[in-house]
């Protein structure tokens, strides 16, 4: 695509996943095309953009989104291809997914369906993706280590010259709400002097399998306040925090149970003032790695490079036993991913997080 075409795009929409890490992960590229095409109206449209609202919306620059349900019906998904095709966007660009699980090629096959029928003048999307031929009039093959950069490199099909310094996610949320809120429970608690580990127990709606069992969770939590003396705060949505009272049921220790108490923005600055947090494949991961807080990972049925590697400061515990990709239940019925990991594996790998966060 010329320099003369680039200059023509006017409105572009960016087809991707909702929550958390997908909108986090998906920054740089938005800040890359809002800085090289300041007039140029950008879209996001993809499932459960609601859920990473507050991160869209403290965003420096206007983004317009259109939400897509999972269980839109026939009718809805009829009204909201009207409204993409009122925007007569000149531009439609599908990022790079892993193809090798059943969820996955679905989803893009759903994306660049919507594409198609959006009317958009210049269609990109990986040449890898199933079908592309019949989808994409600009076929690439994106370039890169990890999710961040996969995504930049399409960028470059329209002639934009990248850096280093290009990819690296940012929040830009206003922490003064947030620091009121909690250095209100710090001084309840007594918590100023003492470090500060967050557990997320939780893998987002429907990825069960990404989950580390309760009793883990306990064990690990009762020698991390005998060995180091710490607090441990959960973190999480709602529905997490009945989970979280069982594993506190199982526990000898007093923990913090936050779950479906905090704000978006009140849980990144929870993550950025703690020393350390643990956490399996998850929104609050990508939050740990844009505000540099040490993270242990818990690393389910999910490639290790693909999403936290852009970050400096994780650690990964990743024992995929069979090298499946299954986004969906476990084909082995006993989640081995996860149950392979023991509580001996994570210790292993906090003492040096939390020296980290010292220096």
């Known amino acids: ?107 893009i096959i759903k994306s660049s369906l919507f594409a198609v029928l959006s009317g958009a003048k210049y269609i990109i999307g990986d040449k890898k993706a199933p079908l592309s031929f019949l989808f994409y009039n600009i076929r690439i093959i994106p370039k890169g280590r990890n999710i961040v950069e996969l995504n930049l490199s399409i960028l470059e099909q329209l002639g934009f010259t990248l850096n280093k310094d290009d990819a690296k996610p940012e929040l830009f ?48 939590g009762d020698i991390l306040i005998d060995k180091y003396k710490v607090s441990i705060l959960f973190i999480g949505d709602k529905l997490e925090s009945m989970e979280v009272q069982k594993i506190q049921n199982l526990m000898k220790q007093k923990t913090f149970n936050l779950a479906g108490e905090l704000s978006l923005s009140e849980t990144a600055k929870l993550i950025k003032i703690s020393n350390l947090i643990v956490c399996t494949n998850s929104g609050p991961m990508h939050i740990a790695a844009t505000l540099e807080t040490p993270s242990v990972v818990l690393m389910g049925p999910t490639l290790k490079e693909w999403w936290p590697s852009y970050s400096r400061t994780s650690i990964i515990v990743w024992k995929n036993k069979c090298n499946i990709l299954c986004e969906g239940p476990c084909r082995r019925k006993e989640n081995i991913c996860m149950t392979s990991i023991t509580v001996k594996d994570v210790l292993k790998v906090i003492a040096p997080q939390l020296k980290n966060k010292n220096e």
């Not at 960016?14 to 300041?38: A, C, D, R, V």
């Not at 009204?79 to 990022?95: G, S, Y």
């Open 173 to 220: 949320f206003n922490f003064v709400e947030a620091d009121k809120n909690l250095n209100l429970f710090i001084k309840q608690y007594n918590l100023a002097a003492k470090k500060l580990i967050v557990f997320h127990i939780g893998s987002g709606k429907g990825y069960y399998n990404r989950r580390w069992s309760n009793d883990k969770w306990a064990e690990l």
């Open 1 to 107: 695509m010329n320099k003369t075409k680039k200059e023509n795009i006017k409105k572009a929409c960016f087809i991707i996943g909702g929550g958390i890490g997908n909108i986090i992960t998906f920054t740089p590229t938005l800040k890359k095309l809002n800085k090289e095409l300041p007039h140029t109206q950008i879209t996001i449209l993809g499932n459960n953009i609601k859920v990473a609202a507050e991160i869209l919306e403290t965003y420096p620059y206007d983004i317009k989104k259109i939400e897509l349900s999972p269980k839109m019906s026939f009718c809805g998904v009829l009204n909201i291809l009207n409204d993409i095709r009122k925007e007569k966007f000149d531009l439609m660009i599908l990022p790079s997914y892993p193809f090798s699980h059943r969820r996955a090629y679905q989803s």
